[in-house]
């Protein structure tokens, strides 16, 4: 039962259901139907028994869903055999309609755990879709009910199904719109979700034309149902459960048609005055005003991410990826814009001492922090109007005003990049050689500030090694 292959729960289905199909009402039908549900229910509890972690929840959820139905129906049975002519509604009712939002919660679980924190704007089309049904519902099947008959339980709980698929149906919405909602555990829910959806409704708003069909032969119809939702538990990336990238998400074409039938279903409602009457009209007006609100929310959080996503990347074309500081590019830009304006600006060039040794012998991992670590250091020396930027590879610079004192600039620089650098147990230390370049007459360019500035650096450099060769030269 481990390896339960997905497809053999509707096949079940499909074959306990063929007498239904056949000779509704008769009692081999009956007793192939309730083996079939049975059988899908204790498939659908073994995937739960089968499933671990987090994907236990959900699972469980859609299977109580489905025994609440099959207690339901096996209710029914009980009570029409013992009591006979049960009429409209029976105590049977309250479990049927009890397994809607069973349902949900379970789809919704399963759901958010495929696209974790990435379901608010799938939520808000979905709630207005389910706004347009639950509106038509409202006024094609429920309000005549009401209007036609006296208030009676039969009338208040035969109500609550429309509700019930209304819920459905906002499910089903979020499992098309969310990212990855079309994978192949999601695909056979959804399947499910619709054979569902329109058998309730064939069966609420049409009974006259199934009076020669039969309505039992639908039951088969709900059957298989069922077993496409026991089948998604034991598919394995539903059994997994995992997440779905964020570069999934993709603008669904069933977005742009749902969404353009939501707008235009209510005032079209409107124009036809079918709904001309106090209640109505006022359910109607209720209707169209929160269908504005989801749309404006809605709106409003592109526009926003549209803003944020522009914000990011401005900031990317200026900025290091790594360190957050200005970049080359944004780099020149500023020294350009400060040599035309005549700012007086004295270029710091820094390149790291040791730096690649540290990424041999730690990793890169290690590196990184360096680099990072380098860039935290630099900002807390510069000062408010200084620029700190990365070139590229362990090479920075710091602009800053011309007045600075460059020897005790650059000791402040030494000191501060130079102290020990905690890393996953280990002390890490790099030096850093630093040159500095004025602006001045003789520097037309960007360019040729930077170049004056990083030839005092390697002058500064090639001292240092001197110095190290000749600390380590034997005494003659």
Known sequence: MERMPARAVPAIAVVTGVPTVLAPGSVVAQVAYTAG??????????????????ARLPHALIAGALTTWLTGDLLYLLLDWTLGGLGDVSAADGLWVLGYPLLAAGLLVTVRRQAPGRLR??????????????????????????????????????????FGDVLLFATGAMLVFAPGGRRGPLRTLLAALTITFLADV?????????????????????????GLFAAALWHPGMRDGTPVA??????????VVFLGVALL?????????????????????????LLTVIILVRFTLVVREQERARSALAHRATHDDLTGLINRQDLHARLAAALDRGDDVLVHFLDLDGFKAIN?????????????????????????GDTVARLGGDEFVVVTDSA??????????????????????????????????????????????????????????????????DAVAPLG
Not at 361 to 383: M, N, S, W
Not at 408 to 432: C, E, I, K, S, Y
């Open 360 to 384: 041999d012998r730690y990793g890169h991992a290690a590196g990184d922090f360096v680099l990072t670590e380098v860039a935290r250091r630099l900002r807390l020396q510069a000062r408010t």
């Open 202 to 226: 064939f069966l609420s708003v049409s009974p006259a034309w199934l009076a020669d069909l039969g309505v039992d032969r639908l039951d088969a119809v709900l059957l298989l149902a069922n």
């Open 246 to 255: 964020a570069d999934a998400e993709r603008l669904h074409p069933a977005r």
């Open 265 to 289: 279903a209510l005032p079209a409602l409107a124009v036809t005055r079918i709904t001309d009457d106090a209640i109505g009209r006022s359910t109607l007006l209720t209707a169209m005003v």
């Open 37 to 54: 549900f049975c059988a899908v229910v204790v498939l659908a509890w073994l995937a739960v028994r089968a499933s671990t972690g987090p």
């Open 121 to 162: 704007e799938a939520a808000l089309d979905g709630l207005a879709m389910a706004t347009v049904v639950g509106t038509l519902f409202w006024q094609f099947m429920i309000l005549p009910a009401f209007r036609d008959n006296a208030l009676s339980p039969a009338v208040v709980v035969t109500a609550f199904y429309p």
């Open 404 to 469: 600075v004192d460059a020897a005790a600039m650059a000791h402040r620089l030494r000191a501060a990049v130079g102290a020990p650098m905690p890393f996953d147990g280990h002390d890490l230390h790099v030096d850093v050689s630093v040159g500095h370049a004025r602006v001045g007459p003789q520097y037309t360019t960007s360019d040729d500030l930077l170049a004056a500035a990083d030839t005092e650096m390697y002058r500064e450099k090639a001292g240092h090694r001197s110095r190290r060769r």
